[in-house]
Nanobody
Framework: QVQLVESGGGLVQAGGSLRLSCAAP????????MGWYRQAPGKQRELVAA???????TYADSVKGRFTISRDNARNTVYLQMNSLKPEDTAVYYC?????????????WGQGTQVAVSS
């Protein structure tokens, strides 16, 4: 059972900041593309930010310029720095590790961490 351990969620006022962390086993961190997704009540899970296999980053349009994904390879940890938070950012945030080889895709998920932004 692969464990992705998330931390850093909480309640913050609009305009505030939070940093999420996700620690992964080294064998996963080095071979998988790491990223963050979120799911708001009644909505589908959506990509927030992610590294691709070549190290480039992708962001949802709604968070560009406000959120930054980063990684610490020595700690096998990926971060999501969230600034200028808005009430619409309220969701459960999930860490993801994705491995793609040909037609095979393997996803691992963290347990989720709640982010609530008050207006």
């Amino acid at each position: 059972q692969v464990q992705l351990v998330e931390s850093g969620g909480g309640l913050v006022q609009a305009g505030g900041s939070l940093r999420l962390s996700c620690a992964a086993p080294g064998s996963i961190f080095s071979r998988h593309a790491m990223g963050w997704y979120r799911q708001a009540p009644g909505k589908q899970r959506e990509l927030v930010a992610a590294f691709s296999s070549d190290g480039s980053t992708t962001y949802a349009d709604s968070v560009k310029g406000r959120f930054t994904i980063s990684r610490d390879n020595a700690r096998n940890t990926v971060y999501l720095q969230m600034n200028s938070l808005k009430p619409e950012d309220t969701a459960v945030y999930y860490c993801n590790a994705k491995f793609v080889q040909g037609v095979l895709t393997v996803n691992y998920w963290g347990q989720g961490t709640q982010v609530a932004v008050s207006s």
